[in-house]
């Protein structure tokens, strides 16, 4: 029943935000209405029995005390493509781990961002927006990484059982070890 999805998806919301009019001076009203709009957007866009979900509502909750923490007055409809970048500025500059002391990486980066920009998506499809914020903001560069195949010994193994006797066989190794090294 789709009552309770939405009434699902409201407590859920509910009980990760943390007291948002202790820190950023909304009243209870806006408070409700932000849950209620993140309720809605993590259901049209994410399915609540999968971890994306709360990942979803996660990446909001963030946004969300970020803008309370830097522009207090801000509603969604008033975020624009400077707030979001800053937030992704933030992103990178934060403690993610304590232990570690490690911040964000470029995919959790991305991650927040694929979220704001559904969340805003939502925002445009009901017309509360004219514009989305994020359209214009192009995702931190994630790394690619070559995979380690092999290692130098199980080069050097490969070659040798490719062995054969004779000069012929000698030049091909000594050729084969030149042409792996370059």
């Keep these: 029943n789709l009552e309770d999805l939405i009434k699902l998806s409201k407590d859920e919301v509910r009980k990760t935000l943390p007291k948002v009019e202790e820190v950023s001076g909304y009243t209870q009203t806006q408070i409700d209405k932000m849950t209620d709009e993140i309720a809605i957007a993590a259901i049209k866009f994410q399915d609540l029995k999968n971890s994306i979900a709360s990942g979803y509502i996660f990446s909001l909750e963030d946004f969300a005390r970020f803008v309370a923490d830097n522009h207090p007055t801000l509603t969604p409809e008033q975020v624009t493509t400077e707030h979001i970048r800053g937030y992704i500025l933030d992103l990178g500059s934060r403690v993610a781990d304590e232990q570690t ?53 199980e080069v050097e193994a490969i070659i040798e059982a490719t062995a054969h006797t004779g000069k012929q066989a000698i030049r091909n190794r000594s050729r084969n070890r030149k042409r792996i090294r370059v």
């Design 101 to 153: 002391g490690t911040t964000y990486t470029a995919t959790s980066q991305s991650r927040r961002l694929s979220s704001l920009r559904s969340f805003f998506h939502l925002l445009l499809i009901e017309n509360r927006i004219t514009e989305n914020p994020t359209e214009q903001i192009e995702g931190p560069k994630i790394g690619r990484y070559l995979p380690d195949v092999l290692s130098p010994e």
